[in-house]
C-alpha cells in the first residue's frame, strides 16, 4: 500500500541533521534531494542546516582547530583557577564537618552526664516528695487549709489594688 503514511521520507531524519559536529553542510546532492527540498520547505529550522557547523567552540572558520599555546595556557589557567576555587570550597565542607562532629560529641557527653545527674537525684526527690506528702497528711495545717489561708491573702490583695 503505498499511500501509507509511511510511504513518504518526511517521517525520517535529514542527512544534515545526523551528524552533530560536521564541518560543512550536507545539502543531500545526490538521490535524496526532493525529499530533503520538501522537509526544509515545512521544516522551521531547516535554514539551520544551511550553515556551517564547526567541530569545536576553539576552531577557526576556516576550519582548522587552534591549538596556539596561548589558548592552551589561557585554558590552563582557567581550569587551575576552578580547581583551587573547589580545593577551598572542599576544604570548608571539611572544617564545617569536623566542627560538627567534636560540637555532636560534646553534646552527647553533656547529656550523658545529665542523665547520670537526674538518674542520681531521682531517689533523693523521691525520699523528699514522701516526706512532704507524710508531713501534709500529719501536719496540724492541711492542704485546705493552706489554700484558704492564700486564697485570703490574694483576696486581700486584689480588693486593695481595685480599691
Do not use: C
Not at 510511504?7 to 525520517?12: A, C, F, N, V
Not at 522551521?44 to 542546516?49: K, M, N, R
Not at 596556539?68 to 564545617?96: A, H
Request: glycine share 8%.
Amino acid at each position: 500500500m503505498s499511500s501509507s503514511r509511511y510511504s513518504s521520507q518526511l517521517h525520517q531524519r535529514d542527512q544534515t541533521r545526523t551528524s552533530l559536529f560536521s564541518t560543512t553542510s550536507n545539502n543531500g546532492g545526490g538521490g535524496g534531494s526532493s525529499s530533503n527540498n520538501i522537509s526544509k520547505s515545512n521544516n522551521v529550522l531547516a535554514t539551520e542546516t544551511d550553515l556551517p557547523r564547526s567541530s569545536s567552540p576553539y576552531s577557526t572558520p576556516s576550519g582548522q582547530k587552534d591549538y596556539s599555546s596561548s589558548l592552551m595556557d589561557q585554558l590552563e589557567s582557567q581550569n587551575n583557577v576552578e580547581i583551587n576555587e573547589m580545593t577551598e570550597k572542599v576544604k570548608l565542607l571539611k572544617n564545617i564537618g569536623l566542627k560538627m562532629n567534636t560540637e555532636l560529641n560534646s553534646s552527647s557527653i553533656n547529656i550523658k552526664s545529665l542523665n547520670e545527674n537526674f538518674e542520681k537525684m531521682l531517689p533523693v526527690v523521691k525520699r523528699y516528695g514522701t516526706r512532704v506528702g507524710v508531713i501534709g497528711r500529719d501536719g496540724w495545717f492541711t492542704f485546705k487549709g493552706w489554700l484558704i489561708f492564700f486564697g485570703l491573702v490574694f483576696l486581700i490583695f486584689f480588693i486593695r489594688w481595685i480599691f
